[in-house]
């Protein structure tokens, strides 16, 4: 009985689907339906299964080049029309326009644009490391720069802030795959796990070490909140049950801190890269303040924070300052070469505050006691007392004291580095 009725069910939703593709997707798009049935059959089993296929969002109503200011025309495809290769932000904005204005503003799109033209970042800018490296890491998670054709280096790339030939920025298929497009993948820890993990952002292994990750993974999935309850999802009044902060995808909404940095500060724009003035720092510290409340007390609540605060201060002021003062003082004695990554006390002067220090701060904002501790604040207690040998050993030395060679540098192997304002666009010179 069970079989028939399996059959059957079977058999309706071919049915269902055969007629619904016929049906719903434009004559134009049908023909690349058909050709890659056969050609990339996995493609169109994936776009099958989405949201858009049941809705009759067709090959074309990404692919179509007429959508793009500019584009890259596909030099594979047997179409017999021209077909865009790359699929940016502009397609997605003809449906999902909300979506997409809340993501241009975040440091999710623009992240290249800081890292290069503001930070000046020294592996890329200053050629610390090589092209392959670059390729396979750097440009994954923070995107490629995409202008006129497809190469290893450049694609395929799902990064955050891929810069698109059209001038958007960033890929929404970082969470949402294609052809897939789900929710439900986005929702996922693991997937912003795909970026944020490892020694330097470890938000993943913090979360998983929290209650609130335990919980999720005992199977409490709806009692304890994932990275999007508390960054993305819509936040409702317990009691009343009313929405108090849509969904966003604008990822900063929330923050009112900036724990990355060498030296922590209030929240800054995501483009000018100024900190955030007194009411939206209040402000954002007040949002992130409702997504807790809808589980916890207001005293629980405004204590964890000042909690975290206090974290971010004695990191401030007891670790990273008298360790700069000891970096400006070398520097002004000229017992470091302007080269960047050339000698021990920079390299240890790197990981004290893009290690150690960042997992210090980051593992109190996000209740994981390991990370605040043993993998962050007592790590930089012993990366403090290296620092601080090296810097007698050189100031008793008298000269600086570099290593002769670094090895996949692209001043060492060739290779080309970013320029800022050529190669990203200065969004501030808009
Ligand atoms: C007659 C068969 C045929 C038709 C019709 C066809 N395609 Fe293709 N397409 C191919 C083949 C073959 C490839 C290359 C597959 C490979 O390299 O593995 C391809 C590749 C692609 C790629 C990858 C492009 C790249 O450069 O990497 C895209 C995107 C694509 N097709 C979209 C479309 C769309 C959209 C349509 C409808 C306008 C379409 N195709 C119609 C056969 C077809
Ligand atoms: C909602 C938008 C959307 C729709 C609808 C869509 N695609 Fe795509 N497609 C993409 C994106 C995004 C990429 C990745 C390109 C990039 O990185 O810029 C892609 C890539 C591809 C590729 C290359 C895949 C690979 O892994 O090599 C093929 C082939 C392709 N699409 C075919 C199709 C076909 C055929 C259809 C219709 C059945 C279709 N697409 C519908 C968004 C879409
Ligand atoms: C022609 C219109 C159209 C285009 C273009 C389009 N979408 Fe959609 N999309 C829809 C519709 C319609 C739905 C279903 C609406 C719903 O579920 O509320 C949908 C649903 C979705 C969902 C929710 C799926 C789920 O699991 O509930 C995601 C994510 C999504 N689209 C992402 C994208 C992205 C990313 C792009 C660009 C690469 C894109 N869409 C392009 C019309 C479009
Ligand atoms: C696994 C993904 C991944 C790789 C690989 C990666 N990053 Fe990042 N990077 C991130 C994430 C995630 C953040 C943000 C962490 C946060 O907000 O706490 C970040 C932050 C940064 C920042 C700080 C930006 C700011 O707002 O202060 C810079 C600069 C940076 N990365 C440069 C690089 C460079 C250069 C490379 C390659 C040498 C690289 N990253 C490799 C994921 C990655
Ligand atoms: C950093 C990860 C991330 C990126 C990148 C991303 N999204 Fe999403 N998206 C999410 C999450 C998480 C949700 C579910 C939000 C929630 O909890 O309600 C979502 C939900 C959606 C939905 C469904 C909205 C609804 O009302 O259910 C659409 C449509 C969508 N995204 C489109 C896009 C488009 C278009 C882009 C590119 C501009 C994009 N997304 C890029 C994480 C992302
Ligand atoms: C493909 C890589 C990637 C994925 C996937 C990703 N992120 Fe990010 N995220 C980054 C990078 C890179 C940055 C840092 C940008 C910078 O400051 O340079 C960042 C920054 C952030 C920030 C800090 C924003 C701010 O304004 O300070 C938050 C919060 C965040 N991400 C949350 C998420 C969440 C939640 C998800 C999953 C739904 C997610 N991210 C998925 C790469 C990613
Ligand atoms: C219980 C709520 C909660 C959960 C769950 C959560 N976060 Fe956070 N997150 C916070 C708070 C609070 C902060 C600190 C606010 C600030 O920095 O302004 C923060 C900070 C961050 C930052 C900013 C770091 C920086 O450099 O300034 C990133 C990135 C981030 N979270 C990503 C994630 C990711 C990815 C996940 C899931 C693996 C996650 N968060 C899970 C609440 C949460
Ligand atoms: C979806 C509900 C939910 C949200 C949202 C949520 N938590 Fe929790 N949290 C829990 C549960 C459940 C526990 C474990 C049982 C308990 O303590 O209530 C927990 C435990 C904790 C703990 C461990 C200490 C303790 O009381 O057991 C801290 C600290 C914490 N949460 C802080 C926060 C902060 C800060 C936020 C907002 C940034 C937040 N939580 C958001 C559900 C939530």
Known sequence: MYKNKFVMIAVGLLLAFALHAEIVIGEASKKCYDCHKKETPEVVRQWSMSKHAQEGVGCLNCHDPKIYKKTIISDRCQSSTPVSAIVTPAACSNCHEKEVMEYEHTKHANTLHFVVNILKDPWLVKGANSTPERATGCFMCHGSIIKDKLTWYNYPNNGVGRINPDGTRGTCTSCHNKHIFSVKEAKAPTTCGYCHLGPDHPQVEIWEESIHGKMYMAGYTKDAPTCATCHTSEVKDPKTGEVVLEATHDV????????????????????????????????????????????????????????IEKQVEDYNKNYFAPAKKMLVTLRKKKLLTPRPFDEEFEWDFWLLWHHEGRRMRMGASMMGPDYAWWHG????????????????????????????????????????????????PDLRKK
């Open 252 to 307: 900063g909404q929330r923050m009112w801190l900036e724990l990355k940095p060498p030296k922590s500060t209030i929240w800054k724009d995501p483009v000018t890269w100024k900190p955030m003035d007194e009411t939206v720092r209040k402000q954002h510290r007040e949002n992130m303040k409702k997504v807790c409340l809808q589980c916890h007390t207001e005293r629980h609540v405004e204590d964890y924070f000042t909690r």
């Open 377 to 424: 604040a007592h790590e930089v207690k012993m990366r403090f007392m290296k620092l601080k040998r090296d810097y007698d050993h050189l100031i008793k030395l008298g000269h600086p004291d570099p290593h002769k060679y670094i090895p996949g540098a692209t001043y060492s192997c060739g290779g080309t580095n970013l320029v800022p304002g050529v190669d990203v």
